[in-house]
């Protein structure tokens, strides 16, 4: 059983930074598909990184690209979000994901084929 814990979320101003944590304990030595989603208030739940750990390009959504990346530390057990050059529009509370994978081209699959989920960590960017 895979348990997810998210950290590192806050209150920032447009074009500041943030690097969310997201630490996985019971990980196992099989690949994963990895994630972090976002929903804003009256919004739907938004996809906005994935990757695999056995390697490959990571997925970004448009909005993101160029401005967030998704590190992942193997040793640490732990994948980062590195937030840059954050928009108000950034502003959400930010879940990671993760489910057993092993076709790293469908990784990510649509978010309710994820099977553990963190609690979540509030970002904030004000204008």
């Known amino acids: 059983q895979l348990q997810l814990v998210e950290s590192g979320g806050g209150s920032v101003r447009a074009g500041g930074s943030l690097r969310l944590s997201c630490k996985a304990y019971?990980?196992?030595?099989?690949?994963?598909?990895m994630g972090w989603f976002r929903q804003a208030p009256g919004k739907e739940r938004e996809g906005v990184a994935a990757?695999?750990?056995?390697?490959?390009?990571?997925y970004y959504v448009d909005s993101v690209k160029g401005r967030f990346t998704i590190p992942l530390n193997n040793a640490k057990n732990t994948l980062y979000l590195q937030m840059n050059s954050l928009k108000p529009e950034d502003t959400a509370m930010y879940y990671c994901?993760?489910?057993?994978?092993?076709?790293?081209?469908?990784?990510?699959?649509?978010?309710?084929?994820?099977?553990?989920w963190g609690q979540g960590t509030q970002v904030t960017v004000s204008s």
């Open positions: 994901a993760a489910v057993r994978w092993a076709n790293y081209r469908a990784c990510p699959p649509p978010p309710e084929t994820y099977s553990y």
């Open positions: 990757m695999y750990t056995g390697g490959g390009t990571a």
């Open positions: 019971g990980y196992t030595y099989s690949p994963y598909c």
